[in-house]
């Protein structure tokens, strides 16, 4: 298996910074556990032959054993299950270059959350940061899998961990959420759409 970098704690160093109040403190906390958990996960089933630990993505052992935490990484797992099959969406996926990862994160992620939020755009955002993850590793570039979780950390915590807070936190995905198929389909229909942006706009 690749070599990872050492294990940083990304939650303190690219999150718990300035004034930020106790709440929206644990938003983010609990969103990057939520995160590293959909990878683990969803990589699993990718590829058996990987085995990824919560310290190679920069975390803690044993760490989203919390209930609550379980059932939106398995509501994730769930919604995102036909997303993963998409073959339109991998070919998008897979024409970005490396060097211009981070590029195309924010100009994706700023197109997805263009106009509204909503919970089907934060499946999307999760699952499009998985795909970059993703590819990192079988092209074995594990040294920018890191940055890809802090790139996703900063988007939420500038744009969209207000949301998150008054809708509920984490777990308010699992109170909203109530056809999955169809925020699948959403979700589908708006990374394809923010991919799509990119493409063009380059």
Not at 22 to 40: A, L, N, S, W
Not at 160 to 165: E, G, K, P, T, V
Request: hydrophobic share 40%; with cysteine; proline share 2%.
């Amino acid at each position: 298996m690749a070599a990872f970098p050492e294990r940083s704690d990304l939650y303190h160093r690219d999150v718990a910074t300035g004034g930020e109040d106790t709440v929206d403190d644990k938003i983010m906390e609990q969103g990057v556990v939520v995160f590293r958990g959909y990878v683990i996960q969803r990589v699993n089933t990718d590829d058996p032959e990987v085995r990824l630990t919560p310290e190679d993505l920069g975390g803690k052992p044993n760490e989203g054993q919390e209930p609550k935490i379980k059932e939106v990484v398995a509501c994730l797992i769930h919604i995102t299950d036909e997303l993963n099959r998409d073959g339109k969406l991998d070919n998008l996926i897979n024409s970005i270059d490396s060097d211009s990862s981070k590029n195309v994160f924010f100009t994706v992620a700023k197109q997805i959350f263009s106009d509204d939020v909503t919970w089907g755009k934060v499946v999307a955002l999760f699952h499009f940061a998985y795909k970059l993850v993703y590819k990192a590793l079988t092209e074995k570039h594990c040294d920018i899998i890191h940055n890809i979780i802090s790139w996703l950390l900063e988007f939420i915590r500038e744009n969209i961990s207000l949301w998150i807070r008054q809708h509920g936190g984490w777990e308010g995905m699992l109170q909203n959420v109530l056809n999955w198929h169809s925020v699948t389909v959403f979700a589908a229909g708006i990374l394809s759409g923010a991919l799509l942006y990119w493409k063009m706009s380059n």
